[in-house]
């Protein structure tokens, strides 16, 4: 696993194989940042269910200022935290769910121009994610996520977003949203 683009094109980073741990794929990636690439530069990203950090490093590597990574398992956070010293980026690691750490991004101030989202899938949490940012406490204006799921998954569309587009790549959809500021 590499890092694609950017300053740190090239640089390899740590993954350690996981049952349940389904890292995105290098075509998802590389698609990822083709969407993303105008609104990179000078960001705030938030990764959410961050596994190894891939995709917040990547964002990172274009030129996003800030990134916050926010991965459950501890095994996960020490290879998001290596992989940021392997590439000599820096950022945010919470170690908690998503839905608290959602609620302690609100109430310490946070405000992303990006989210990725990339839970397990088909469990409905792109769903629950998406209503857990809904009142937009920690989105800026016209903010874009972007969700990776299954094409198995239904996602429900919630008022407070705007669905720009579907994107697949086999079983992979890439849903894109706005925040419509409700």
């Known amino acids: 696993m590499r890092v694609h683009g950017g300053d740190f094109k090239?640089?390899?980073?740590?993954?350690?194989p996981k049952k349940g741990l389904r890292p995105t794929t290098s075509k998802v990636k590389g698609a990822i940042f083709n969407i993303l690439a105008r609104q990179i530069p000078q960001s705030s990203f938030l990764d959410l269910f961050a596994g190894t950090g891939s995709v917040g490093i990547e964002a990172l590597s274009r030129?996003?200022?800030l990134c916050v990574f926010v991965e459950k398992s501890h095994k996960n956070a020490r290879i998001i935290r290596e992989n940021l010293e392997r590439t000599g980026l820096s950022g945010l690691v919470l170690i908690q769910d998503v839905r608290s750490a959602i609620t302690r991004l609100k109430n310490q101030g946070?405000?992303?121009d990006i989210v990725f989202l990339d839970p397990p899938y088909e469990k409905g949490l792109v769903t629950e994610t998406l209503k857990e940012l809904a009142g937009g406490e920690c989105l800026v204006k016209d903010a874009i996520i972007l969700a990776e799921h299954s094409m198995r998954?239904?996602?429900?569309?919630?008022?407070?977003?705007?669905?720009?587009?579907k994107y697949q790549?086999?079983?992979?959809i890439l849903s894109l949203f706005r925040w419509?500021?409700?």
């Open 110 to 112: 946070y405000a992303f």
């Open 169 to 172: 790549y086999g079983d992979t």
């Open 180 to 182: 419509k500021g409700i």
């Open 63 to 65: 030129g996003a200022k």
């Open 153 to 165: 998954e239904n996602v429900s569309l919630i008022e407070a977003f705007e669905l720009i587009k």
């Open 10 to 16: 090239g640089r390899k980073l740590s993954f350690r």
